[in-house]
């Protein structure tokens, strides 16, 4: 084992942190350990048998140990490079099984404080980092220069499935939507339509047989699904009580056309994380064989983070959460969109640009795409608004779209083409 933490770089970077020398057998394993860890954690490589010895010759010096344990750590690592073991991968593996076994331990250990609080995230996230000591992903990665032939056949072949919002003129400029793994965000004034246009999105991808889960840590699960069956069936919201069997009969109907889904989930604001939705969703998948085509959260910003306790800021946490929901859309295989308010001085703005928006640049870093809609109380009156798209990451920003014909009286953020 001694000489498989000398020879093998990776070991050390792998379980460094958790290795404890204490658990080596004898005095001189102990020692040998001690001093190896030394070396690393100072100088961040491995040390060779020779430096390991003069570590200990160090610990002399300093009048910490005698020269009988330098004499121990000289003989041992002698005869450890003259060992030649049968399986070194398996030493490896066996180092980082005991370092991962220390990490847990502590994990829990520091669960267990955490308990009565009630920080059950917290723990969970715990043991998650201690079980990923020493794992490695050995997936090369894509090689450039080899993957040549492979991508041109890509490009030439089948392109990226890309979903759209349901407003051409704004899927236009995304080159279609977002693919999977990408997070899209509208930025606007309270009351301007964050919410209309996530419903817009989620009909628009049901039309195409897509499946929205939607989750709202705001509105009521009743008052999204109304706003649904407005947009779908093009019944004013308000008349939906007085047109009862005409909508009944319509969304059945134009389910049997497109093929869509939609789940839509309230959670509690604040202390709702990633981790709560993954839990949902994974049961969607398991108990109703629901996959998500597009996840839609309404909205981010009333999210907390599974990981808040790293963070001493608040828009630290709500950028967290903006790059959580990004792994998660790629860890769902689909594209996320949420919402996100302006600040004060973007409440009143006639162009929502990326300094009007609340509590986070971060939003700004860890977004793909955020458009900003944009409405004047003239603008308000004549059902009209503007899109700004204030950064897409592979297309040119700082473009407006509009004036746009607005239907937010059927649930839409842009009035539906003939047609469409």
């Known amino acids: 084992m001694l000489r498989q933490l000398v020879s093998d770089p990776t070991v050390l970077a792998r379980a460094g942190a958790y290795l404890e020398p204490k658990r080596f057998p004898s005095e001189a394993g102990q020692d040998c350990a001690q001093a190896i860890v030394a070396y690393w954690k100072r100088l961040g490589h491995a040390p060779t048998p020779t430096a390991v010895v003069q570590e200990a010759r160090g610990w002399q010096e300093a009048g910490k140990r005698g020269p009988e344990a330098v ?4 003989a ?21 099984n005991e370092a991962r076994k220390v990490a847990i331990f502590k994990a829990l250990d520091d669960g267990l404080k955490a308990w009565g609080a009630g920080r059950l995230d917290e723990i969970e996230a715990g043991v998650a980092r201690a079980g990923a000591i020493g794992r490695v992903d050995f997936d090369p990665g894509v090689d450039w220069a080899g993957s040549v032939g492979a991508r041109t056949e890509r490009r030439k072949g089948s392109e990226e499935r890309r979903w759209g919002t349901g407003v051409p003129e704004l899927d236009d400029m995304l080159r279609g939507g977002l693919a999977a793994g990408e997070l899209g965000a509208f930025v606007a004034a309270p009351g301007s339509g964050k919410s209309t246009a996530l419903v817009t999105v989620a009909t628009h991808v049901m039309n ?23 947009a779908v069936t093009m019944v004013p919201l308000d008349q939906l009580r007085q047109h009862a069997d005409h909508v009944k009969g319509a969304v059945e109907a134009w389910l049997a056309r497109t093929g869509g889904a939609c789940i ?24 109703r064989s629901v996959s998500p085509t597009v996840l839609v959260f309404d909205y981010a910003d009333k999210m907390a983070s599974a990981d808040a306790k790293r963070y001493e800021k608040d828009h630290q946490v709500v950028g967290a959460v903006y790059d959580e929901l990004r792994n998660l859309g790629a860890e769902f295989g689909c594209p996320v969109w949420t919402a996100s308010q302006t600040n004060s001085e973007g409440d009143e703005a006639q162009v ?9 640049r971060e939003k700004y870093a860890n977004a793909d795409v955020l458009v ?47 047609g469409g």
Not at 71 to 74: D, I, K, M, N
Not at 76 to 96: K, L, N, R
Not at 214 to 228: G, H, K, N
Not at 352 to 360: E, F, P, T, Y
């Open 264 to 287: 839509v989930k309230k959670f509690p604001a604040r202390t709702t994380t990633t981790s709560d939705v993954r839990a949902h969703l994974q049961h969607l998948r398991a108990e």
């Open 76 to 96: 041992t690592m002698d005869a450890a490079a003259d060992v030649v073991p049968a399986d070194g991968a398996y030493v490896t593996e066996q180092v980082c």
């Open 208 to 230: 195409l047989g897509g499946t929205v889960v939607f989750y709202s840590f705001e509105m009521a699960e009743t008052d999204l699904v109304d706003r649904i069956d407005s």
């Open 352 to 360: 929502v640009g990326g300094h009007h928006i609340a509590r986070s």
């Open 372 to 418: 900003s809609i944009n409405r004047t109380e003239e603008e308000k009156r004549q059902e009209q608004l503007r899109l700004h798209l204030i950064k897409v990451r592979y297309a040119p920003d700082g473009m407006t779209i509009g004036p746009l014909r607005s239907d937010y009286g059927h649930g839409l953020l842009v009035a539906r083409r003939r």
């Open 71 to 74: 004499q121990r750590v000289a």
